[in-house]
T-cell receptor
Framework: DTAVSQTPKYLVTQMGNDKSIKCEQN?????MYWYKQDSKKFLKIMFS???????INETVPNRFSPKSPDKAHLNLHINSLELGDSAVYFC????????????FGPGTRLTVL | QKEVEQNSGPLSVPEGAIASLNCTYS??????FFWYRQYSGKSPELIMS????GDKEDGRFTAQLNKASQYVSLLIRDSQPSDSATYLC????????????FGTGTKLQVIP
């Protein structure tokens, strides 16, 4: 019974392509996040949504566009992929805000060739 | 730029010893502090959270917070090989939505 799920788990694509990653949580949480973890294992927040409303938007290229159709889902669409986008992308959720425990999905390993 | 700093390690300790992991943060008014464990190829999972000065114990784990020194630590007693992982310190800022900033992590190796 997966709490936070992401699809796909692996994504290999060519530069310039557009791709999407989907995330769903069944914990009833109000807040969801996207993180990027680079090759040095640094975990950096990209976006955060609370009840479908964008509340944190870090300095991320506008090629990245999150979308939250409802509070259980948070998707990430990436346009015109670049080599530097290669990383592991984690979705996470928390009950009401960042002061609460965050539960992470299994991650999506994106490789841009 | 608010920062969370950790020694990247690896920190090697023998099985049964105490492992001490340290973290400093730059935002003086940070409010919530977390330790996450991440096994290689897996996602982070919460070990401990701490919100006020002092110690907080949970089984073999003790988190220590000193807001005056802007310092938070994690002690792991009776270290086991299964504790070998990267430990991420995370700190929320003082803003309205309390953004979480993660440190770069300390890799712990417990030698049998």
């Amino acid at each position: 019974d997966t709490a936070v799920s992401q699809t796909p788990k692996y994504l290999v694509t060519q530069m310039g392509n557009d791709k999407s990653i989907k995330c769903e949580q069944n914990l009833g949480h109000d807040t969801m996040y996207w993180y990027k973890q680079d090759s040095k294992k640094f975990l950096k927040i990209m976006f955060s949504y609370n009840n479908k409303e964008l509340i944190i938007n870090e300095t991320v290229p506008n090629r990245f566009s999150p979308k939250s159709p409802d509070k259980a889902h948070l998707n990430l669409h990436i346009n015109s992929l670049e080599l530097g986008d290669s990383a592991v992308y984690f979705c996470a959720s928390s009950l009401s805000g960042s002061a609460d425990t965050q539960y992470f999905g299994p991650g999506t390993r994106l490789t841009v060739l | 730029q608010k920062e969370v700093e950790q020694n990247s390690g690896p920190l090697s300790v023998p099985e049964g010893a105490i492992a001490s992991l340290n973290c400093t943060y730059s935002d003086r008014v940070s409010q919530s502090f977390f330790w996450y464990r991440q096994y290689s190829g897996k996602s982070p999972e919460l070990i401990m959270s701490i919100y006020s000065n002092g110690d907080k114990e949970d089984g073999r784990f003790t988190a220590q917070l000193n807001k005056a020194s802007q310092y938070v630590s994690l002690l792991i007693r009776d270290s086991q090989p299964s504790d070998s992982a990267t430990y991420l310190c995370a700190v929320t800022d003082s803003g309205g939505y309390q953004k979480v900033t993660f440190g770069t992590g300390t890799k712990l190796q417990v030698i049998p």
